[in-house]
């Protein structure tokens, strides 16, 4: 399969697992704290296309990076000869050099976001592993 079509599914993919993860997972009151005022009824409905539009795109070019990466490294992994395997591993390798790091190194000076931190920690994590899982299952 073509690796932009594959990382347009990806995107998809990493869509759908981000959506679970802040709609489903994180919703508990720790994580209520970090926004300023509820909005009403009629914000939300106005707020949520917009953000769904903005989110669904940036997942969409997350995949494709993902997919070009992956392509171009696969043969560098420790998985031999690609599949989910490999693209598992290559999501999180690339979570690990960035966004682990980056949101453990933050957490060690800001206390009063280190909930919001550990979420998105896990949910890079996440989504690392379901965009790899597709790109390794598609991308021959």
């Not at 508990?28 to 009824?41: K, L």
């Not at 949101?103 to 790899?132: C, E, H, I, Q």
């Amino acid at each position: 399969m073509n690796w932009i079509v594959a990382g347009l599914i990806a995107g998809v993919g990493a869509f759908f697992a981000d959506f679970v993860m802040w709609g489903k997972v994180f919703t508990g009151p720790e994580m209520r704290a970090f926004g300023t005022m509820p909005p009403t009824p009629e914000q939300q409905k106005k707020m949520m296309l917009p953000a769904m539009l903005k989110s669904g795109a940036l997942a969409l070019v997350f995949g494709v990076l993902l997919a070009c990466s992956y392509r171009r490294l696969k043969e560098g992994l420790w998985v031999q000869g690609g599949g989910p395997l490999a693209g598992m591993e290559f999501g999180t390798l690339l979570w690990l050099s960035t966004i682990a790091l980056s949101t453990l190194g933050s957490g060690v000076w800001y206390d009063k976001v280190r909930p919001l931190l550990k979420a998105t920690f896990w949910a890079w994590l996440d989504r690392m592993n379901v965009a790899g899982l597709i790109v390794g299952f598609l991308v021959k």
